[in-house]
């Protein structure tokens, strides 16, 4: 049974992850990696709530219940031992991942199970480093306190009961849970993003403007945002990692990140988060 939850990173992903599950009655840790991020993390924490109250999705006093089960650290080394799952939601980085599993398996107490957020890299590979059996992928989509789909992503020696203790965990906090097998990008991610690396392949070869691109596809294909705003949402460098591991993992051609992306992330226009990409915050 899950009842304390650990969030390594609180960043885009990891406070969303924190809402959720604070709203559902678990005592959860943020862990960071200094004061200013727990801070940023806490503050991003209180917004995502004031909104549900301002929509009447909850009420004041279950705003307040939730932030009073939230605990946060500084350091993965004081993550508490007594943790029952490990959610990571640090950077897109396999070894920065790696290093941070390895030094988690001494430290908490052997049933806890491992998940990653990873967009992309092998759930397989990350287990390596720790515990196979209890490790597995809990994809999650942003933003997370919105967005209903959770991928659950088996390795290759994730147990039954890994499994069916994350799906049911899953359902319990309101999200629809989707089995997966460990390939390169899941479902998500293998179908998104090489229509987003088109759309910016379009772009760069002159086919249309940004604003054009996004309108067929919100017009023509009824997306709710088009694939270029949709890229700035996610944040190009995690467009360019993923699109990294694609082509790496299948070491197919057609997964070759776009060259007008792998600019944009080298000049520092991120997207959103750097205030700008295809288009300007
Ligand atoms: N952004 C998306 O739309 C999205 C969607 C699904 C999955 N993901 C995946 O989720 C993960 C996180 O992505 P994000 O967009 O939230 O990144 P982000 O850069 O917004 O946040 C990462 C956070 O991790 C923290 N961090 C880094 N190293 C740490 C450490 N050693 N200890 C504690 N904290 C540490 C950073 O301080 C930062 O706040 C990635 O694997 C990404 O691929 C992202």
Redesign the pocket.
């Known amino acids: 049974m899950i009842k304390e939850i650990s969030v390594?990173?609180?960043?885009?992903?990891?406070n969303g992850i924190v809402t959720v599950f604070a709203l559902n009655s678990s005592s959860v840790n943020l862990?960071?990696?200094d004061q200013e991020?727990v801070d940023k993390?806490l503050s991003s924490i209180a917004n995502n709530l004031s909104r549900m109250v301002t929509k009447g999705t909850i009420t004041g006093s279950q705003m307040q219940k939730s932030l009073q089960r939230i605990k946060s650290f500084i350091g993965?080394k004081n993550t508490p031992i007594t943790s029952d799952l490990i959610i990571e939601?640090?950077?897109?980085n396999k070894d920065?991942k790696i290093s941070?599993f390895k030094e988690l398996q001494k430290l908490i107490k052997p049933e806890c199970i491992f998940a990653s957020?990873?967009?992309s890299i092998s759930i397989t590979e990350l287990a390596n480093s720790c515990r196979p059996d209890k490790f597995i992928g809990m994809?999650?989509?942003?933003p997370v306190p919105v967005m209903k789909l959770v991928e659950i992503i088996r390795g290759f020696s994730t147990s039954d009961e890994t499994f069916r203790i994350i799906k049911d965990l899953a359902n319990a906090v309101g999200k629809t849970p989707c089995e997966v097998n460990d390939y390169p990008g899941f479902i998500s991610n293998r179908i998104l993003l090489p229509m987003i690396n088109e759309a910016i392949y379009t772009l760069m070869e002159g086919v249309a403007k940004v604003e054009d691109i996004d309108t067929v596809m919100k017009l023509g294909m009824n997306h709710p945002m088009g694939p270029l705003a949709l890229a700035d949402f996610?944040?190009l460098d995690?467009c360019l990692?993923i699109m990294e591991v694609l082509h790496n993992g299948f070491n197919d051609s057609k997964y070759r990140p776009c060259p007008l992306l792998k600019k944009m992330v080298a000049a520092g226009k991120l997207g959103r988060k750097s205030g700008e990409g295809f288009y300007k915050y």
């Open positions: 390594i990173g609180g960043g885009t992903m990891g862990i960071e990696m991020k993390a993965v939601a640090i950077y897109e920065a941070i957020n990873t967009s994809h999650f989509m942003n996610i944040g995690v990692a």
